[in-house]
């Protein structure tokens, strides 16, 4: 048993108080001198005995009351077992897919033996397994069988290699006790995210016991559609150009095969034409390199057309929309040709969720009509992963705008007031890598020409504010909905509250923005091993996510992260100078570890009620005594 | 209709047509014995001339027609030999009938919860008593008893004996244990004539040894009358708090928690009350319970109606 504030156990002192009292007020009971006493022998009176020990048993319940009222304050907690006065030794197993290639995991399996022998006698023992995340598959035991059950029982998955999760797990397992954290791993530089802020006990000593650099090693890190063709990106590790076979499957049947020769640290290209289907998986043979790295898997896109739909006031888009209809209607977006519909706010209600996401982009420029059904359509559709623009002009409304953009966001748009010319204000992009502004390069200055007479007060939680008004309020807004995205304007699109259509920044800018929004609609299809939504299994492959209460069911393709591939290192050096400037943190996560324990317990609330219960029996046993 | 129950409703019949008695908490602040005993007893005699009590006493009176809840043994018969109508004779006669007041000294007797103990009201019963026959010209004698006898004062008409029987009142004190048997045959073994005897204590003894010694009175052709004095807090039990019980004459200690044991004492204490009621009733004596709280004028009635049926 610990306590979180121990000083409060000081308290307990007051427990001397009763005792005290006890010992002063040896016969605290009334003297009544009586004539019928004879009466009384034979009714229920309390004996001496029976009214010592009932004293006994009222100094015991009040001195217990306080005691547990100090203790109460005091936060008692049961530590972990781990976290008992002996040493421990935490072997930590990488399992990241770099460790798939012929005889690396074996080596690493032997190396945390070797650990795990070499331990002291006096350490207990425990076994953490990581890749993304790290999970504490042996808490640390006596019992080193366990230990070595649990390194024999592991094996390589297909995650990525992340150091903070299994610095951290390993940390905890220690405790506040002292002890040994040994990494077994292969030291991929990637290991390290920037900022990472791992927290290891200031007891606890970390070695690095290194499995060796990648092999050689070919990789499968693109497969992409582009207009008619798939292009596979085969990388090559290794010192010497090597030739490889690019092998492609399109929903299950091969679909050809070309050879291809990557120099030496470089990259090469495999490019199939007139290839049907959806559902692709590239493959190679490298049966030195690592496994998991030789497929890649891809849900195909390669329609030519991009259909962006607007919603307006009416639905008709040269009365409602001209500018933006007829900009859209001019050049391609991503290479395909753009198709714009239009349909009325009013009517969206009356869409299923099927025929919105088949849109690559929808865009919410009037909010009139648009009901509470057509909201729920809007809002899914981007959280399924669509792409949602919403340009706050006159025609929409603040409280609409921010239904469709969910509680997540809280979009807050205010309706302007009414400037004058001399008022009029222009837009600077704040982020110029952004995808949007990115292509305009050095004329990203050609904003500033656009004035801008009204503008909507625009703020949200959680988004990137893409471009500002010269005023400093946000003017182009990009959020995270899902799996979609969210750009938001804070101004019309239609040369009512400015002149943008009449520059030569428009169109550009809303195929930039267009092709932004579509690419959330495509990549949402995508995902890394150790980013799956939940309910669906790690593991490289094509397969269908659930629906959700806002999404409907879809098919997504899975790969591994092509940086584990890399094979840059760390240093056992650069490693430990990380480990040690996170020592320092060790014992705030304990302190943590603690509070978290204390917290799951909440023994500080037993420990309260007992009280009650000691004082309500003290009460009662009182009220007979004295 | 039992001739106790006659008795307690001819008591309370007296206590509705005369005026309120004296609460014994105004008695108590009285100065002397005889300030107490003459107070009481002229407040209840002033009270009974309007009463069926008058005539008690063996001196002629007057005459006064019959009216209904006349004693029928007072009626005149050679008047209504003569008259033809029924006349009854009133009286306040001497008597030479000799009356003992015993009167219990024992300890528990000094127990008190209100401002008279249970000694000071016996010991104003007594005088009071003393008063009223010496009013009546009858014998009385004074004997004080705990475990034997402390004080005797024999039995007198004289001029001034009353002021003796105060002086020997006044000279008591509540001291010793109670143990009725032996000064109870010394009081029946020293009865020389037939008379009345009444005892007045708090009855806290051997209830058989009680019983047996007030029957020994009885069958030496005496007419008994027993005030069994009780204070209300011996009746009751009002104590709350868990208390240490001291017996004022063994010294004997209990703890008790009265509200475990308040029905028990209180069954105790009336079962104790109902033998004395129901075997002292059956040996023909006249037995009185008297609460400290109720007026001392109740137990002169009930001695009236002793001593008119002894007369």
């Known amino acids: 048993m610990s306590f979180l504030s121990p000083l409060f156990l000081i308290g307990a002192l007051a427990a001397a108080v009763p005792i005290v009292l006890h010992l002063l007020k040896r016969e605290p009971e009334p003297r009544v001198k009586f004539a019928a006493v004879a009466l009384l022998r034979h009714a229920p009176v309390e004996r001496t005995s029976t009214r010592r020990l009932r004293q006994i048993v009222l100094l015991a319940l009040r001195v217990a009351a306080l005691v547990l009222l100090a203790i109460a304050f005091a936060q008692p907690f049961v530590p972990l077992a781990a976290t008992a006065s002996r040493r421990a030794t935490v072997i930590a197993l990488d399992t990241s897919f770099s460790l798939s290639a012929p005889g690396r995991f074996a080596r690493a399996q032997r190396l945390a033996r070797e650990a795990v022998a070499q331990a002291p006698a006096t350490d207990d023992v425990g076994v953490v397994t990581f890749a993304d995340r790290a999970e504490l598959v042996t808490p640390p035991s006596a019992d080193r069988g366990l230990a070595i059950a649990a390194i024999d029982a592991a094996a390589p998955g297909f995650g990525g ?184 706010g009013g009517q969206l209600g009356g869409w299923p969720n099927e025929r919105v996401s088949a849109y690559s982009a929808v865009l919410l420029l009037s909010t009139r009509g648009l009901d509470r059904r057509g909201r729920d359509v809007l809002a899914s559709y981007a959280a399924s992963g669509g792409g949602l623009l919403i340009a706050a002009g006159p025609d929409v409304d603040g409280d609409v705008a921010a239904d469709v953009a969910g509680a997540g966001i809280k979009l807050h748009l205010v309706a302007p007031e009414e400037r004058r010319n001399s008022d009029s204000q222009s837009l600077a992009p704040g982020d110029v890598r952004h995808p949007i502004f990115q292509p305009f390069g050095p004329a990203t200055g050609s904003f500033g020409l656009v004035r801008f007479t009204r503008t909507a007060r625009l703020s949200a939680s959680g988004c990137q504010t893409l471009a500002q008004f010269t005023s400093g309020e946000a003017a182009v807004i990009d959020c995270g909905i899902g799996d979609g995205r969210l750009i938001v304007i804070a101004s019309d699109l239609n040369n009512r509250w400015n002149d943008f259509p009449l520059h030569a920044t428009f169109l550009p800018f809303l195929h930039e923005t267009v092709r932004y929004l579509s690419n959330a609609h495509v990549k949402s299809g ?58 320092e943190a060790g014992v705030a996560e304990a302190r943590n570890v603690e509070q978290r324990r204390e917290s799951s317990q909440h023994f500080w609330q037993y420990a309260l009620a007992a009280m009650m219960v000691a004082l309500a029996v003290e009460g009662v046993v009182a009220r007979r005594t004295i | 209709m039992p001739r106790q129950d006659r008795e307690e409703r001819a008591v309370q019949e007296v206590q509705d047509r005369t005026r309120a008695f004296l609460d014994p908490a105004v008695i108590a602040r009285l100065g002397t014995l005889e300030l107490k005993a003459k107070t009481i007893v002229e407040g209840l005699l002033s009270g009974l001339h309007r009463s069926p009590f008058k005539g008690f006493s063996v001196e002629f009176a007057e005459y006064r027609q019959y009216i209904r809840g006349d004693d029928l043994s007072t009626i005149d018969w050679k008047v209504f030999a003569r008259s033809d109508r029924y006349y009854i004779k009133k009286f306040e006669e001497e008597t030479n009938l000799n009356c003992h007041v015993l009167i219990d000294v024992s300890g528990s007797m000094a127990y008190r919860s209100r401002e008279l103990s249970k000694f000071e009201y016996a010991a104003c019963l007594a005088a009071s008593l003393g008063y009223l026959m010496t009013r009546q010209r009858d014998g009385v004698g004074l004997m004080a ?106 010294a004997e200690e209990v703890m008790a928690v009265p509200d475990l044991v308040r029905a028990h004492y209180q069954k105790a204490i009336g079962d104790l009350i109902e033998r004395y009621r129901r075997e002292l009733g059956g040996a023909g004596i006249d037995y009185q319970l008297l609460n400290t709280k109720q007026p001392i004028e109740t137990a002169l009635l009930a001695y009236l109606y002793t001593r008119a049926r002894a007369s």
């Open chain 2, 145 to 250: 008893f705990d475990d034997r006898i402390v004080s005797a004062v024999p039995a007198s008409t004289r001029p001034g004996h009353l002021k003796n029987l105060l002086v020997a009142l006044t000279q008591l004190q509540p001291g010793s244990r109670t143990d009725v048997a032996k000064p109870f045959r010394q009081v029946a073994e020293a009865l020389t004539r037939r008379g009345m005897i009444i005892v007045i204590s708090d009855l806290l003894d051997d209830p058989e040894a009680v019983v047996r010694g007030l029957k020994l009175f009885h069958h030496r052709g005496s007419d008994v009358l027993v005030f069994h004095v009780l204070d209300p807090d011996e009746i009751d039990f009002p104590f709350d708090r868990a208390t240490r019980f001291e017996d004022f004459e063994t």
């Open chain 1, 161 to 344: 290699t992340r150091y903070l999760a299994a610095v951290n797990v390993a940390g905890r397992a220690l405790g506040t006790r002292a002890g040994t954290i040994v990494v077994v791993t292969d030291l991929q530089e990637g290991g390290w995210d920037a900022g990472d802020h791992a927290s290891v006990p200031a007891a606890a000593h970390v070695e690095v016991r290194d499995v060796g650099a990648l092999p050689e090693n070919l990789a499968v890190v693109g497969l992409r559609s582009e207009r008619d063709r798939e292009v596979v990106t085969i990388r090559n590790d290794s010192p010497r150009t090597r030739a490889v076979a690019v092998r492609l499957s399109v929903d299950g049947r091969p679909a050809g095969e070309r050879s291809v020769s990557v120099d030496a640290h470089a990259s090469a290209d495999a490019v199939f034409g007139g290839i049907t289907g959806s559902e692709a998986v590239a493959v190679i043979d490298d049966r030195e390199g690592l496994q998991a790295d030789n497929s890649r898997y891809a849900l195909l896109n390669r329609s030519s057309r991009v259909a962006v739909l607007a919603v307006t006031a009416t639905g008709d888009l040269d009365r409602d929309a001209f500018y933006v209809h007829q900009a859209l209607a001019t050049g391609d977006a991503g290479g395909g040709s753009l198709e714009v519909a239009g349909i009325a």
């Open chain 1, 526 to 583: 995508e995902y890394l091993v150790g980013e799956v939504p939940s309910g669906v299994t790690p593991a490289p492959g094509i397969v269908t996510i659930p629906a959700t209460a806002t999404a409907r069911p879809r098919r997504a393709a899975i790969n591994v992260d092509p940086a584990e591939s890399e094979p840059a290192r760390l240093s056992v050096d650069e490693f430990g100078s990380a480990i040690a400037r996170l020592k």
